[in-house]
């Protein structure tokens, strides 16, 4: 920094000093704002980093947490397959049998519909029967 004046006489040189102070100034306190902002910048910076840290983890947790769960899924869905497939297969049988009695002459009440059937009636009778039971405890 030159001391820019014209002449060397006191009355110049003050004011070009309090010129050179006042710019002094001028820079220190816009050197401290800047640091006050760096600050506030790598402050944010820190705390961004820091999600993102946390966002990754869960990410990752979560690809993990889905994975297993279509796992999981892919197992019912198999096991469901099997289950119908097993129920078609008992239900053909049945079916089979079913008319294989009938062809050997044997009695009609013995078929699935017939079973089913009386076991309705069953449990139509067996209500009465059990309002009666409670009806001579209770008298």
Same mark, same amino acid.
Do not use: Y
């Given at each position: 920094m030159v001391l820019g004046v014209r002449d060397t006489s006191l009355c110049s040189l003050i004011p070009a000093v309090n010129k050179l102070t006042s710019e002094l100034l001028e820079a220190e306190k816009s050197n401290r704002r800047l640091e006050r902002e760096l600050r506030a910048s790598r402050k944010s910076l820190g705390a961004m980093l820091m999600l993102r840290g946390?966002?990754?983890?869960d990410i990752e947790k979560t690809a993990k947490s889905q994975a297993v769960e279509s796992a999981k899924? #892919? #197992?019912?869905?198999l096991s469901?397959?099997?289950?119908?497939?097993?129920?078609r297969e008992l239900s053909t049988r049945r079916v089979k049998l079913e008319a294989q009695?009938?062809?050997r002459n044997m009695d009609k009440s013995i078929t699935h519909k017939a079973i089913v059937q009386?076991?309705?009636v069953f449990q139509h009778c067996a209500t009465p029967v059990v309002t009666i039971k409670?009806?001579?405890?209770?008298?």
């Amino acid at each position: 920094m030159v001391l820019g004046v014209r002449d060397t006489s006191l009355c110049s040189l003050i004011p070009a000093v309090n010129k050179l102070t006042s710019e002094l100034l001028e820079a220190e306190k816009s050197n401290r704002r800047l640091e006050r902002e760096l600050r506030a910048s790598r402050k944010s910076l820190g705390a961004m980093l820091m999600l993102r840290g946390n966002l990754q983890g869960d990410i990752e947790k979560t690809a993990k947490s889905q994975a297993v769960e279509s796992a999981k899924a #892919e #197992e019912r869905l198999l096991s469901l397959d099997f289950v119908t497939m097993k129920a078609r297969e008992l239900s053909t049988r049945r079916v089979k049998l079913e008319a294989q009695l009938v062809s050997r002459n044997m009695d009609k009440s013995i078929t699935h519909k017939a079973i089913v059937q009386l076991s309705e009636v069953f449990q139509h009778c067996a209500t009465p029967v059990v309002t009666i039971k409670a009806s001579c405890i209770q008298g």
